[in-house]
């Protein structure tokens, strides 16, 4: 997909959603577990009420790789079932040596058809730009993530007090273009997704950490958006475990529809 469609379906949905697809065995409804492939019906039925509000679905692939072989197999028809127009992205945070990010990029992009995958910046340019290779894919980077341990790395200052993850800003957009690199941003971040987008005006961001980790979706849209939008929020636990009772897709298309409706006010504030 490029970035051109992507922000076209933005416009017409009114809505930078991502629905997040971390489907936990342990966390479905019961009364899916009868079925034969009880994580395959849970995202279907999540899908089918969330597509309206949604311009992104991101499987997490952790809890796909978890089933054993099967869960490559419910992936596989998860990914196919999600509409076309909608961007797809792989959360499977790789990157190694040149040939192997190379096979990466071909298992989520060429096996599985997924428009975009979730790359981690740490081995440097030629773990990431086999990803950058295939036409209309994308690569996520991780920049600035939503969790207590982006700390221990990602804020730490060099000499010249930069931070870590400016540096990986810097030099990793040399590799890509806003037409094929994004970066990970989190919503608990706050005013220093300003920090980001200074350096990064044109690039969307993949912004998790709204809902269950407590990110603000205002303070992400004041921060961050530019003229292309160039934002997808994302929210999984928050939409998709919204009920364990038989009316989980409904209570997800609900918890979808919510904040879609904040979205919507906030393109007309900053669009
Ligand atoms: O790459 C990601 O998607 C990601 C990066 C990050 O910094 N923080 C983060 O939470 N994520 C993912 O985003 C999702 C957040 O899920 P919820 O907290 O349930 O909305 C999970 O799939 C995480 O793996």
């Avoid at 989520?108 to 440097?124: L, R």
Wanted: glycine content about 8%; charged content about 25%.
């Amino acid at each position: 997909m490029t970035r051109a469609e992507l922000f076209s379906q933005i416009q017409k949905k009114s809505s930078f959603l991502c629905v997040g697809l971390d489907a936990d065995l342990a966390k479905i409804p019961a009364h899916l577990k009868s079925e034969p492939d009880p994580i395959f019906s849970f995202c279907r039925e999540i899908i089918e009420e969330t597509a309206d509000y949604a311009v992104a679905y991101k499987p997490n692939i952790a809890f796909f790789e978890a089933l054993g072989p099967t869960g490559w197999e419910t992936l596989q028809k998860v990914n196919e079932i999600i509409p076309r127009e909608i961007f797809t992205i792989a959360d499977a945070k790789r990157g190694d040596i040149g040939n192997t990010s190379k096979l990466y990029a071909k298992a989520f992009f060429e096996q599985m058809d997924f428009d975009s995958v979730t790359v981690a910046p740490y081995m440097g340019a030629d773990s990431v730009t086999p990803f950058l290779e295939f036409e209309d894919k994308w690569v996520i980077l991780l920049a600035l993530t939503s969790n207590a341990g982006s700390m221990d790395f990602q804020l730490i200052k060099d000499e010249n007090g930069k931070p870590l993850y400016q540096s990986v800003l810097e030099k990793s957009q040399k590799w890509g273009s806003p037409e094929n690199l994004m970066y990970v941003v989190g919503a608990t971040r706050g005013e220093l997704i300003a920090e980001v987008r200074k350096l990064v005006p044109d690039h969307f961001f993949l912004v998790p950490g709204v809902g269950a980790q407590g990110g603000s979706l205002a303070d992400v849209a004041k921060y961050g958006m530019n003229s292309s939008c160039g934002l997808m929020v994302n929210s999984s636990r928050g939409i998709i475990y919204a009920s364990d009772g038989k009316d989980f897709a409904k209570a997800a298309r609900q918890e979808a529809k919510k904040l879609q409706e904040e979205m919507k006010s906030l393109l007309e504030k900053y669009l």
